[in-house]
């Protein structure tokens, strides 16, 4: 029985040893490909994670929020989306739309304007301009959902009275009442004494989390929905999240 034991050890030991050196050599594999794209495409372009697909030996490639992809001598260049043959799956978007999921935990929802509708039991974080016409259009949608927490990150990208707008919104005495009046009835926020105000805060997390356009919708599992949907999409969207 000690034998048997012995020899047990002595296999997962070698097992280990196989599967590390495996590792070490893809990790090498993975700086060979880093340095030899960063080198083909110039001082400029830089190599953010390398890794191995499953599809015909490439070399997925990001650099920020772009995806390319090589061979593992790095002879060429591969710009696009992949598509399986089989189930039409884009692969790419999958994979892009995996890498840019936000951490809806580590959002400062107290940066943002809170609206609680019904039992408030889906939520979703909208981040908006307040000249934003799809932004407005959005809004309609959103008045005649029921059963839902928005959280609105006033994110003044557009023009300077985006800003001037925003700081009118967050500085009155009813935030959602004002927001909703420009929004949705076009009523101009009044001008109110200034306040401490989250603007540039939220301008930066825009920044950081590459929010290019408004609106830019987050579902709590961290999908990110591009512009205006209507309301049978976002409650499509909504019934998907777990």
Not at 8 to 22: D, K, N, P, S, Y
Not at 173 to 181: I, P
Not at 186 to 202: E, I, L, M, Q, Y
């Amino acid at each position: 029985m000690r034998h048997t034991f012995t020899y047990a050890r002595q296999a997962i030991a070698a097992c280990l040893t196989l599967l590390a050196l495996a590792a070490c050599a893809q990790s090498n594999q993975d700086a060979e490909v880093k340095k030899g794209v960063e080198a083909k495409l110039g001082e400029n372009f830089k190599v953010d994670e390398v890794r191995k697909t499953d599809y015909m030996g490439l070399y997925e490639v990001r650099s920020g929020n772009r995806l390319l992809y090589t061979d593992p001598q790095v002879k060429y260049l591969f710009v696009g989306n992949v598509i399986d043959a089989a189930s039409h799956q884009n692969l790419t978007k999958t994979r892009l739309d995996e890498m840019n999921k936000i951490a809806f935990a580590d959002l400062p929802l107290d940066k943002a304007l809170k609206s609680v509708k019904g039992d408030g039991s889906r939520v979703i974080a909208v981040f908006s301009d307040p000249n934003c016409g799809y932004c407005k259009q959005f809004e309609k949608t959103l008045d005649g959902m029921n059963n839902i927490t928005v959280y609105t990150f006033m994110y003044n990208i557009l023009s300077k009275d985006s800003d001037t707008k925003a700081t009118n919104v967050w500085c009155s005495a009813d935030r959602n009442k004002t927001w909703h009046d420009w929004m949705v009835d076009g009523k101009v926020p009044p001008k109110v004494a200034d306040c401490p105000t989250p603007n540039r805060d939220v301008f930066e997390l825009g920044r950081r989390l590459n929010v290019t356009g408004t609106p830019m919708i987050v579902l709590k599992d961290g999908s990110r929905i591009p512009g205006a949907v209507d309301a049978n999409d976002l409650e499509q969207k909504l019934s998907a999240v777990k």
